[in-house]
């Protein structure tokens, strides 16, 4: 089973931050965690409570995608 995990702790944002391509590899990897998260929900028959995770963990994934968005403009 694929997993997404929160990608940014305080030393992940920073190194963001501070190295643009290390931010622009994080921004790829998040969102090819979220696609692919997001076809197991639609070819998987999973159960309420790990559909629920798993849609948290989508959510939680697109609010780290949007900090390093602002980061890119900043």
């Known amino acids: ?10 030393n992940t944002k920073k190194a963001c931050k501070d190295n643009p391509s290390i931010r622009e590899i994080k921004i790829k990897n998040i969102e ?20 629920i995770f798993l849609k948290r963990k989508i959510s939680d994934s697109r609010q780290d995608l949007e900090i390093l968005y602002l980061m890119k403009i900043q």
């Open 32 to 51: 090819h965690a979220i696609e692919q998260a997001e076809l197991m929900i639609k070819e998987s028959k999973m159960s309420q409570e790990e559909l």
């Open 1 to 10: 089973m694929f997993f997404l995990v929160n990608m940014l702790d305080a």
